[in-house]
């Protein structure tokens, strides 16, 4: 049965033909069918004929006393019972590329067996061993991504597989679908196209391979390549204000509709910035003082805050903190000290006249605001009326028009597991530096469009 099959490869334990596969693993195995529906015409196929197949080699390691000479031909039958596969088979001329089916030159490249599973796998398409391609196609000894794109089936194959080849190949299916689970690498070139090279780094992909071979000195770790090393350094020059340039954000980053709302549609010196503040779960000190600032009586859990700056299609300029949740650091008092302290430098990066959209929860920060020149958009208060006015009314649709974006970003950031769940407290120094890799995280621009 293809989940006996499955359970053998997964638990490394063989299962007799009359033995039961129990409820946890049956589940496992329909989940793991419904993730990887290209395998499962590749079960069906051979279905009946390994059910066979384990039946005859349970029957000979559960008899002792079964040898070569008392059942030569139960021994012959398990040694050439085969399954034969109809593949898709791409080129295996020794004179011709298997990618470009062209004829290979004097630098041509043997096809590894990871890069066969890997086409095998995403593309469907089975590449004989021993088949070669050119060496441009490869960036250590792995396929470009435009060079799987490119490979065609050229005909029509039989393969035959063993049992223990059916086994093996499960054995990669699995680790394809869990190597698969990674948002991205720099070490694999198949990963990230020319654009989101440009997007992370700055640099076109040739650029970025160019770059890694001359940074020879760089040392490797466990932990990481020199790839990973030069790709995290680059997207690190990109973040926070010293990054990006004030009118870099007015010609890129603004929307018309906040332009229209908020200027009129007349400034092109102003800037419009939405400041929000998102929490993060983290673990029950048993510090007394540290878990009285942290600990939040709405929320009847330990938090601390990080206090984010983006633009008004998304763009996250800086995330600055992590914060206490007590009383005196609400958002206004954040705020206020953000601006006092001059954090990150960011009054060097604000002009005078700047726009700054904020919630009611920093009212108490207004004055700062505007007694440096900063201009303060806000949701009007009733105080003490019965309702607001239609211009009152009005304003604060616009204001909250512009504001929706910074939920979606706060939204961004819990799609890391690391920030969705609860963040030990030995990790808390590390806190600030972490959350600034949303900072990284592209733009709204294209689903702001589209609304």
């Given at each position: ?14 299962l007799s033909n009359d033995q039961n596969v129990c409820n946890a693993c049956r589940h496992l195995y329909i989940k793991w069918k419904n993730e990887n529906s290209e395998l499962s015409s590749i079960l069906d196929h051979f279905k009946n004929d390994m059910y066979e ?134 070490d694999d070139p198949r990963d990230l196209n020319d654009d989101e090279y440009r997007l992370l780094t700055r640099v076109s992909r040739d650029n970025f391979n160019d770059f890694v071979q001359t940074s020879s000195t760089i040392r490797p770790s466990c932990s990481r ?140 920060s207004i004055c700062v605001m505007e007694a440096l020149g900063l201009e303060a958009t806000i949701p009007s208060f009733l105080d003490g009326r019965r309702q607001f006015s239609a211009e009152e009314a009005n304003e604060s649709r616009c204001i909250t028009k512009i ?49």
């Amino acid at each position: 049965m293809p989940q006996n099959i499955y359970v053998d490869s997964y638990t490394l334990e063989s299962l007799s033909n009359d033995q039961n596969v129990c409820n946890a693993c049956r589940h496992l195995y329909i989940k793991w069918k419904n993730e990887n529906s290209e395998l499962s015409s590749i079960l069906d196929h051979f279905k009946n004929d390994m059910y066979e197949l384990m039946n005859v080699q349970v029957q000979t390691e559960d008899s002792p006393r079964l040898t070569t000479e008392e059942n030569p031909t139960l021994i012959t039958t398990t040694n050439h019972q085969v399954v034969k596969l109809q593949l898709n088979a791409a080129s295996s001329f020794h004179t011709k590329c298997c990618v470009c089916v062209e004829n290979l030159r004097d630098h041509a490249a043997k096809i590894t067996s990871q890069n066969r599973d890997f086409i095998f796998f995403s593309r469907n398409i089975w590449i004989p061993e021993g088949a070669r391609c050119c060496s441009g196609h490869l960036i250590n000894q792995l396929l470009l991504k435009e060079a799987v794109d490119q490979i065609k089936p050229f005909s029509i194959r039989y393969q035959e597989l063993s049992s223990s080849d059916v086994q093996l190949l499960l054995n990669k299916a699995q680790n394809f679908v869990e190597n698969g689970k990674k948002i991205f690498s720099f070490d694999d070139p198949r990963d990230l196209n020319d654009d989101e090279y440009r997007l992370l780094t700055r640099v076109s992909r040739d650029n970025f391979n160019d770059f890694v071979q001359t940074s020879s000195t760089i040392r490797p770790s466990c932990s990481r390549s020199i790839r990973t090393a030069v790709g995290i350094y680059l997207c690190k020059l990109r973040l926070g204000f010293g990054y990006v340039t004030h009118q870099y954000v007015i010609g890129r980053h603004t929307t018309a509709i906040a332009r229209e709302l908020m200027c009129g549609g007349d400034s092109t010196d102003t800037t419009i910035i939405i400041i929000d503040r998102t929490h993060l779960h983290i673990q029950k000190s048993r510090n007394n003082k540290f878990e009285r600032k942290t600990f939040n009586l709405c929320k009847k859990r330990s938090l601390l805050k990080s206090m984010m700056i983006i633009t008004t299609i998304g763009y996250v300029v800086a995330c600055i903190g992590s914060f206490m949740f007590n009383f005196n650091n609400n958002d206004a008092g954040i705020t206020k000290d953000i601006l006092l302290r001059n954090t990150s430098n960011i009054l060097s990066w604000l002009k005078e006249h700047d726009i700054l959209a904020v919630d009611r929860g920093f009212r108490d920060s207004i004055c700062v605001m505007e007694a440096l020149g900063l201009e303060a958009t806000i949701p009007s208060f009733l105080d003490g009326r019965r309702q607001f006015s239609a211009e009152e009314a009005n304003e604060s649709r616009c204001i909250t028009k512009i504001r929706w974006v910074v939920e979606v970003a706060n939204r961004c950031l819990k799609q890391f597991k690391y920030f969705a769940n609860t963040i030990q407290n030995s990790s808390l120094v590390y806190l600030e530096s972490d959350v600034n890799c949303l900072r990284s995280h592209q733009s709204l621009s294209t689903t702001y469009d589209k609304i």
